[in-house]
């Protein structure tokens, strides 16, 4: 098939500048890859727009197309785990980064990458939630396999308009926990509310400046997915036996803490990395994403985008912090 073209969105360097184009390419330009995939929906994550405003730390070599999710169905396999037609999913790994990504009509990636769509997820739905309610997915399987059952209390969920937050409130509403959410953007609580908050908290009513070790117990567990000085807080505000997961650094890759949380009250500290998840709790996370902690708010969550064309205006205002939850790009 290296002869047939398609659509992608194209990030250049050029005069230092970085500027995106739809273009027309060829499946023979793609990397090498068992599993060629018509991708049919892929979604706007924060490492996208890393990606498309020529972050090297993200994406090393330019000209490029990101997308580190996509959803479709296999158009060619030379692997035995897939068939022609069969509809799977892409989240991770190196789609996006350095390999071409889901902004585009076309990927090609190697058969361990990728996942069967499970019993229950439409690939609309699987992008709905794509990386961001994959990465909401492994810090709730945290809580629950840490044994922390609902009736432990509130959990906290930070950064709740974006992405990862809104998923995991969703999740954990789906699983019966009550759910406080903690927000920059308090002119949001109708929706954060609409999406499965119990409580709507603005960032100083959940920072913890004291200087003090440890504050009040508040929380049974905490998704954390800023960083900087919202995961400092949520250490010390953490319940003895308490779980905290901590995903994101878009307010800072730095925290602190003293050991006292750990020893004292029996915190834990998990770091979530969804891009390198093995295989097997990839694919037991999709499927119970698929069925029991499906959340029930998807639709209020996401924005669908019609075609590459929208994906440029979304990505300047999720850079620029307007966007609140989620958005799908579909491309027929
Ligand atoms: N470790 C992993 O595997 C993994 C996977 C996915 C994402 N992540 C990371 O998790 C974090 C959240 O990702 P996401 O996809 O949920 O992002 P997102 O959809 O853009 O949401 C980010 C949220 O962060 C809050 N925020 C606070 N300060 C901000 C700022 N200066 N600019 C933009 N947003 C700001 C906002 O929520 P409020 O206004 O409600 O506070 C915003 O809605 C990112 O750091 C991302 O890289 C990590």
Same mark, same amino acid.
């Given at each position: 098939m290296?002869?047939v073209?398609f659509?992608a969105?194209?990030?250049?360097?050029?005069e230092g500048r970085?500027?995106? *184009?739809?273009?027309? /390419?060829?499946v023979g330009d793609?990397?090498?890859?068992?599993?060629?995939?018509?991708?049919?929906y892929s979604?706007?994550?924060?490492k996208?727009c890393?990606?498309?405003?020529?972050n090297r730390g993200? =994406?090393r070599?330019?000209?490029?197309?990101p997308? $580190?999710?996509?959803?479709?169905?296999?158009?060619?396999?030379?692997s035995?785990?897939?068939?022609?037609?069969e509809r799977v999913?892409?989240t991770?790994y190196d789609?996006?980064?350095?390999?071409s990504?889901?902004?585009?009509?076309?990927i090609?990636v190697?058969?361990?990458?990728?996942?069967k769509?499970?019993?229950?997820?439409?690939r609309?739905?699987?992008?709905m939630?794509g990386?961001?309610g994959?990465?909401?997915g492994l810090s709730?399987? *945290?809580?629950?396999d840490?044994g $922390?059952?609902p009736? *432990?209390?509130p959990?906290?969920?930070?950064?709740?308009?974006?992405?990862?937050?809104?998923?995991?409130?969703?999740?954990?509403?789906?699983l019966g926990?009550?759910?406080?959410?903690? =927000?920059?953007?308090?002119? *949001?609580?109708d929706?954060?509310k609409?999406?499965?908050?119990?409580?709507?908290l603005s960032?100083?009513?959940?920072?913890d400046?004291s200087?003090?070790?440890?504050?009040?117990p /508040?929380w049974a567990?905490?998704?954390?997915t800023?960083g900087?000085p919202?995961l400092t807080?949520?250490?010390?505000?953490?319940?003895?036996?308490?779980?905290v997961t901590?995903?994101?650094?878009? @307010?800072?890759?730095?925290?602190?803490? =003293?050991?006292?949380?750990?020893?004292l009250r029996g915190?834990?500290l998990?770091?979530?990395n969804?891009?390198?998840?093995?295989?097997?709790?990839r694919?037991s996370?999709w499927k119970?994403?698929?069925t029991?902690?499906k959340?029930e708010? @998807?639709?209020?969550?996401? =924005?669908?985008?019609?075609?590459?064309?929208?994906l440029?205006e979304?990505?300047? /205002?999720m850079?620029?912090g307007?966007?609140?939850?989620?958005s799908?790009?579909?491309?027929?």
């Amino acid at each position: 098939m290296d002869h047939v073209t398609f659509q992608a969105m194209v990030v250049y360097e050029e005069e230092g500048r970085f500027v995106r *184009r739809i273009e027309t /390419r060829q499946v023979g330009d793609l990397p090498k890859g068992e599993v060629l995939i018509r991708v049919g929906y892929s979604s706007v994550n924060w490492k996208d727009c890393l990606s498309a405003m020529g972050n090297r730390g993200v =994406s090393r070599h330019y000209p490029h197309t990101p997308g $580190i999710d996509a959803a479709g169905m296999v158009a060619e396999s030379f692997s035995e785990g897939f068939g022609k037609g069969e509809r799977v999913l892409v989240t991770g790994y190196d789609l996006g980064m350095n390999t071409s990504g889901g902004f585009a009509e076309y990927i090609r990636v190697p058969s361990d990458w990728v996942v069967k769509l499970p019993e229950g997820l439409t690939r609309k739905e699987a992008m709905m939630l794509g990386t961001a309610g994959f990465t909401a997915g492994l810090s709730v399987k *945290r809580l629950v396999d840490f044994g $922390i059952p609902p009736e *432990r209390g509130p959990v906290l969920v930070t950064g709740a308009t974006g992405g990862v937050g809104g998923l995991a409130i969703g999740i954990l509403k789906k699983l019966g926990y009550s759910v406080t959410a903690v =927000s920059g953007r308090t002119h *949001r609580p109708d929706y954060l509310k609409e999406i499965g908050a119990d409580e709507v908290l603005s960032l100083s009513d959940m920072l913890d400046e004291s200087g003090k070790p440890m504050g009040k117990p /508040r929380w049974a567990s905490v998704v954390e997915t800023l960083g900087g000085p919202l995961l400092t807080s949520a250490i010390k505000q953490t319940e003895p036996g308490g779980v905290v997961t901590c995903c994101g650094n878009i @307010l800072s890759g730095d925290f602190s803490s =003293s050991i006292y949380p750990f020893i004292l009250r029996g915190v834990s500290l998990c770091g979530i990395n969804s891009a390198t998840c093995p295989m097997a709790v990839r694919q037991s996370v999709w499927k119970s994403l698929a069925t029991s902690w499906k959340p029930e708010t @998807l639709d209020t969550q996401v =924005s669908i985008l019609s075609g590459l064309d929208a994906l440029d205006e979304q990505i300047e /205002r999720m850079v620029s912090g307007e966007r609140v939850g989620r958005s799908v790009v579909h491309l027929p």
